[in-house]
């Protein structure tokens, strides 16, 4: 139904992240801010504090709303998500489709649209295959099935907050514009001045290092949460968008009147080989 390529994608677009906050707190080059009016009582508190405090508020977190998009690559998450590998939301592959995800444990329901079934299955087998599964959720589990184990990686928000500390070894494999510089890279990380973002103050802190630029935007009112986060580098950018911290995943799952097995739809792709990504 969906390929190992296209579910490994989505957890890269996971981890990456929180590299882009990992990179922001780990260079000892500070400078301040020129102008710290409305900085709240982040005023006087240098670069490298704010960005400590702002990773502390993200490994907190019980759960959270992540969504990324990159231009290295048409994935993009909206996904809320929490420590207990709970999760709802959408993965999108552009042109190729979009995947509703549920997870409740170990139980897994996706809803793939339209332009999904169309581009993993050719001609009018794709067209079958949309109004067969129209408005209908495949539900399988993670034991039960690698791919939806795969997929189900983007789901996991401990091990996202496990690569925002930088110890994570699987963040080397990200995408160029998720990618931090070394830690021993030449670098400076400054305060920006305040603005808002999605109506909220926040406080940039941009890490510059080897042609790269990233910001992590903090919350100035309240608990200091990375809201926003961004990468330039080699011509590419990376946007990572945090928000509803704490706020529980929804437990609803779909009614079994609007599913069906998973194992139902192999058939499908016998003999069609590997997918296109």
Known sequence: MTSRRRAATAAVALSCGA?????????GAVAAADDPDGEGD??????QQIADTALHELLAAQSLRLRTRTTADSTQLDLTLDRA???????????????????RGIQVWLKPDAAFWKGQLPGSEGTTAADKYKDTYLHGTTKGDAVLQSLSDACDLKAFQKSATGHDK????????????????????????????????????????????????????GKHYPLKLTAEADHETGTILLSNY??????????????????SVKELEEGQGEPNA
Not at 249 to 259: E, G, L, N, Q, R
């Open 246 to 263: 704490d706020i529980p995943v929804s437990t609803k799952t779909p009614a079994p009147s609007d599913t069906v097995d998973i194992s």
């Open 85 to 103: 590998g709970n999760c709802a939301g959408t993965i999108s592959k552009g042109p190729l489709g979009r995947i509703e995800i549920i997870k």
């Open 42 to 47: 982040l005023t006087g508190k240098s670069a």
């Open 170 to 221: 699987s963040s080397s494999a990200t995408p160029s514009p998720s990618r931090t510089p070394s830690p021993t890279a030449t670098a400076t990380l400054t305060k920006g001045r305040p603005t808002t973002f999605e109506g909220t103050p926040v406080l940039p802190v941009v890490k510059k290092a080897k042609g790269a630029v990233q910001t992590v935007y903090v919350a100035i009112n």
């Open 19 to 27: 590299a882009l906050l990992a990179g922001a707190a780990s260079t």
